[in-house]
């Protein structure tokens, strides 16, 4: 048994999570996000509070979003009680993978937890380029080359994704404080 530490960073304080109530488009789907370090939890919550504020400014609101940190802990054993599919690098197979959820609202695969790299808002305008047929038809080889040597594979930090509430909730939350 390894008790695996994950992280989520966001704007919305929660007691309970709801894999629904996760955004479509995202490189694996709708569901809850995780990540193995902190800091790219903190980054992502620093980011969209920054969002979030702007938007509020834009509406003529005093911006007073905060952001969250929550920590959780996972038991490793429960890997083997679920449908879990692992992306190790960035590859043809999860260019497929992560295209195919961000093209659509509706999840399209029935994996209780993927883990892999994260397709992050460094990535952004590579993906909306590869997305957009920039590279050719998303389905070539030679474009989804192209994409994977513009994506700096080597710097894209992992996620680990939660799809279903059976697996979410063998998460065990430990903590929870606000970014600065």
């Known amino acids: 048994m390894a008790i695996i530490k994950l992280y989520h960073g966001t704007i919305y304080d929660f ?13 694996f789907g709708c569901g809850f996000y995780a990540s193995r370090t902190e800091l790219q939890a903190r980054r992502l919550a ?18 007073d979003a905060q952001a969250w940190v ?7 054993d429960n890997l083997a009680k679920l449908n879990v599919k692992e992306f190790t ?3 043809e ?7 195919k959820n961000r093209s659509s609202r509706k999840r399209r695969h029935d994996y209780d937890i993927v883990i892999g790299p994260t397709a992050n808002d460094d990535t952004n305008v590579v993906v909306q380029a ?4 920039i590279y050719g ?7 989804i080359q192209t994409f994977l040597d513009n994506i700096l594979p080597e710097r894209l930090p992992y996620q680990v994704f939660f799809g279903t509430q059976r697996a979410a ?12």
């Open 169 to 180: 909730d063998l998460l065990r939350r430990v903590g929870r404080r606000t970014v600065r």
């Open 89 to 91: 690098e960035p590859n």
């Open 15 to 27: 007691d309970v999570i709801d894999v629904n109530r996760g955004k479509p488009w995202k490189d």
């Open 130 to 133: 590869f997305m957009n047929r």
């Open 70 to 76: 929550y920590t959780f802990e996972f038991d490793d």
């Open 93 to 99: 197979e999860w260019v497929r993978f992560v295209v």
């Open 46 to 63: 620093i980011r969209n509070r920054s969002f979030e504020n702007a938007l509020l400014v834009e509406n003529g609101v005093k911006p």
């Open 137 to 143: 038809d998303t389905n070539s080889d030679k474009a």
